[in-house]
Structure formats: structure tokens, C-alpha cells
């Protein structure tokens, strides 16, 4: 039961251009969406998070949106940097607070 | 900025020895849970932890798995007998009132 979606195991971007990462979240009752960035061999990083009382959340390069209604949110890094490169996990806390991972998606930025 | 440790960064173990694992939560919180991720896989909850006992586990966390707190700041998970389909990286994660959980580097285990 796949309730949180990436469905682009990859991505390519440009150094200085926007990265732009989708979730997809089947279950109607998450009220609040965490990003995580994951180097090879360490753990997961705590990026953005978005509470669904808003529709964005910005801090720096990262932006996260949310869209209830589709119930999508997507991550956006601008300008993307090299040291951006790494695997992007959405997840949500159930009603029991454990987190529900994506299956991540690999970004690239390349000069 | 305080944050999560964990250890050994790699253990191998032969099939069917006890492994713990090592983990030291951010001091002021009081959550915790253990993760795992199979090569390739996605990140994958085990159990969670609150005030001395567990709150939640998983399929995967059967009577092979355990945790304990045996003192203010060690959480550990111990596997009494490895099985090759335990090899993985496990995570350490805590959290304090709010929905954010920050993780620890991992431990790698390898069973042979």
C-alpha cells in the first residue's frame, strides 16, 4: 500500500536552473509533509516541511508547495547547485506520528 | 547544532549472532524510532518509542527484535538472531513535539 508517491525514480538539471521534485499521497488525513535529502551512506536530512494548513513554505533555495485538492506537493530548488545531487524523499506522519516514505528520487545537477 | 549519533557505522555478523545497535537521540527529545533501508529499497519504519515503551512496531520488528533505553541518553535495537534478510542500513531517528524527525548516519549491517 503505496500511500506516499515519487513516481520520477530520477532527475537531471543544470547547475543554476530549477530542480523541481513531485510527491503524490494517497491518504487524505496527513496534515503535514517533511522533505528529506539522503547523500549515499548517511542518513536522511530533514529539508522543508509544510503543515496542510498552508499551500507554500520557503526557506532559502527550497520552496515546497501543496495541493490538497490533488493531494500533491512538489519541492522546488532554485538555482540548483552540484552539491544539491542526492536522493529526495517525501514522507508523512500517519496518525500513529511514523513516517511514510517515497521511494525517493535521485537528482543530479550537473555544471 | 545538536544531532544524532549512531554505532558501529558498519557491523558484519554471521547468521544467526545477536548485533546491537547503537543509537544517542538528541538529548531534549522524547521520541524515538528505528528505521531500516534495504539496498535499493525504500526507507521503512520498525518501532517507535515513547516514554519507556514501545508505542508501535512493524511486521518486520517479529520477537527477533528488541529496544531499550537503558539509560538516559542509549537507544538501542538488538537482533537476537541476524538472518541474511536483515543486512540493510538501520536508522536511529528522535523527535521532540513537533512532527519532525531527524535521523542519525545510519549503521550498515551486514549478515553473512
Known amino acids: 500500500d503505496q500511500q506516499v508517491k515519487q513516481n520520477s525514480p530520477s532527475l537531471s538539471v543544470q547547475e543554476g536552473r530549477i530542480s523541481i521534485l513531485n510527491c503524490d499521497y494517497t491518504n487524505s488525513m496527513f496534515d503535514y509533509f517533511l522533505w528529506y535529502k539522503k547523500y549515499p551512506a548517511e542518513g536522511p536530512t530533514f529539508l522543508i516541511s509544510?503543515?496542510?494548513?498552508?499551500d507554500k513554505n520557503e526557506d532559502g533555495r527550497f520552496t515546497v508547495f501543496l495541493n490538497k485538492s490533488a493531494k500533491h506537493l512538489s519541492l522546488h530548488i532554485v538555482p540548483s547547485q552540484p552539491g544539491d545531487s542526492a536522493v529526495y524523499f517525501c514522507?508523512?506522519?500517519?496518525?500513529?506520528?511514523?513516517?511514510?516514505f517515497g521511494t525517493g528520487t535521485r537528482l543530479q545537477v550537473f555544471p | 547544532e545538536p544531532e544524532v549519533t549512531q554505532t558501529p557505522s558498519h557491523q558484519v555478523t554471521q547468521m544467526g549472532q545477536e548485533v546491537i545497535l547503537r543509537c544517542v537521540p538528541i538529548?531534549?527529545?522524547?521520541?524515538f524510532y528505528w528505521y531500516r533501508q534495504i539496498l535499493g529499497q525504500k526507507v521503512e519504519f520498525l518501532v517507535s518509542f515513547y516514554n519507556n515503551e514501545i508505542s508501535e512496531k512493524s511486521e518486520i520488528f517479529d520477537d527477533q527484535f528488541s529496544v531499550e533505553r537503558p539509560d538516559g541518553s542509549n537507544f538501542t535495537l538488538k537482533i537476537r538472531s541476524t538472518k541474511l534478510e536483515d543486512s540493510a542500513m538501520y536508522f536511529c531517528?528522535?523527535?521532540?513535539?513537533?512532527?519532525?524527525?531527524?535521523f542519525g548516519p545510519g549503521t550498515r549491517l551486514t549478515v553473512l
Open positions: 538529548s531534549n527529545h522524547l521520541y
Open positions: 514522507a508523512a506522519p500517519d496518525n500513529t506520528d511514523k513516517l511514510i
Open positions: 531517528a528522535s523527535r521532540r513535539e513537533s512532527d519532525t524527525q531527524y
Open positions: 509544510i503543515s496542510s494548513i498552508k
